[in-house]
């Protein structure tokens, strides 16, 4: 049926929403045929001997986003090379388009369970949306584990970060008792890419677990220490960072520790407390970040020890983002990087209560963090970096300049 054919079938008065879909179906099933019909053209031009042609291979059903379509391929083969016509359009075997595939693994990852696929597509792609069941999803899965597999033993060799982030996420597991740990590094570059740099198994965020992830990191490659790595307190990551990476300086996130100083007052007395500490980390300089910090402790000391405890023994840690370019402040101070990625990737496992494995666990991880790193801007300010690997010394956000004494 010729394009043009199919554009004169409706008037505008008779395209309702079913014939609509009709006429888009229609279109597109018009226009892969011929897409096929013009490629195999261009096979037998290529072809420098006798190419037969012997009808066409039988129909075969496509779901695609504009609905179920029939396409017949013309069977061709090249006489000499004894090689059949393969379309990259439409690849042998294949049911569905890649937009398709596409739409599966979105649903999956924003949260639809599998006995909701049915609905799901219908939904979208209509009645005629057969053939995708639950096993489809565990083929996908088993996909995404290989894909994991295979992105956790890549390559490091000359890859280098500036800042890294660290955190851990506990998740359940249907098919065990245990809750496993997903590590969770990430990395600003030299370009100021923010990118994904390790997603490890771990029995729990401490300093074993880490250290496995940083020497295999090492041993991959990733020979050159971060300049400054960014986490919460808690974790084991410290303490493993100090031996693997003993050169790179600590910065405690702010929006942990603000929580857990608070946590130990009354809630009355929350609110001004609050305020105080983000006059620490919000201060100009470190200077003045200091004064806030001891203003802090001279107001609370008395009555909230074990909040002030809370507080100084990390202060060192928690002022280290002054010595870094102001630009990349909002960035290296907490470790929010990571913890917007952590939202969609706790909404997917309370949507479906957890992975069955520990295995789908990670490749769920992987997929989703993978998603989400496409979307990571720049670091402001990360033309800035160039010069933090040259070695350049900051202070209070502002490069230092050197001062040549005149004889």
Not at 103 to 112: D, F, H, M, N
């Amino acid at each position: 049926m010729k394009k043009d054919d199919i554009f004169q079938q409706f008037s505008l008065e008779e395209i309702s929403k079913s014939a609509l879909d009709e006429f888009v179906r229609q279109g597109a099933q018009a226009m892969i045929q011929k897409a096929i019909q013009e490629k195999v053209e261009e096979f037998i031009q290529a072809s420098n001997t006798k190419v037969v042609r012997n009808g066409y291979l039988p129909e075969r059903k496509i779901l695609t986003p504009a609905g179920t379509l029939r396409v017949k391929q013309p069977r061709v083969r090249d006489e000499k090379n004894k090689s059949p016509f393969k379309s990259s359009i439409l690849p042998p075997y294949a049911r569905r388009s890649p937009s398709i595939e596409a739409v599966i693994s979105t649903l999956y990852l924003k949260g639809v369970g599998t006995s909701q696929f049915g609905e799901a597509l219908e939904a979208l792609l209509g009645s005629k949306a057969k053939g995708l069941s639950s096993t489809t999803i565990t083929r996908l899965k088993r996909a995404w584990e290989k894909e994991y597999l295979n992105w956790s033993k890549r390559d490091l060799t000359g890859e280098e970060y500036i800042y890294v982030w660290a955190d851990g996420i506990y998740f359940n597991v249907r098919l065990g008792s245990d809750r496993p740990c997903v590590l969770f590094l990430m990395g600003a570059n030299s370009q100021g890419e923010k990118k994904l740099i390790a997603i490890y198994d771990g029995e729990r965020e401490s300093k074993l677990s880490w250290e496995s992830v940083l020497r295999d990191l090492k041993k991959r490659g990733l020979k050159t220490a971060p300049q400054l790595a960014i986490g919460d307190g808690a974790l084991g990551f410290w303490a493993a960072l100090e031996e693997i990476y003993p050169k790179t300086k600590a910065q405690r996130c702010w929006v942990h520790k603000t929580a857990n100083v608070l946590d130990k007052m009354p809630k009355s007395t929350q609110e001004k407390a609050k305020s105080m500490i983000h006059d620490i980390y919000l201060a100009e300089t470190k200077e003045e970040a200091e004064v806030a910090f001891d203003e802090f402790l001279e107001r609370y000391e008395l009555k909230y020890p074990k909040s002030c405890e809370c507080l100084r023994k990390d202060r060192e840690a928690l002022l280290a983002f002054y010595d870094f370019p102001a630009e990349q402040w909002s960035h290296i101070r907490t470790t929010n990087p990571i913890e917007s990625t952590f939202a969609t990737i706790r909404h997917r496992a309370k949507q479906t209560k957890g992975c069955g494995s520990r295995k789908a666990t990670l490749a769920m991880v992987y997929k989703l963090a993978e998603g989400a790193e496409k979307k990571w801007r720049k670091l402001r300010g990360h033309k800035q970096i160039t010069k933090i690997v040259q070695g350049i010394q900051f202070k209070d956000g502002v490069e230092v300049q050197e001062h040549k004494i005149v004889a």
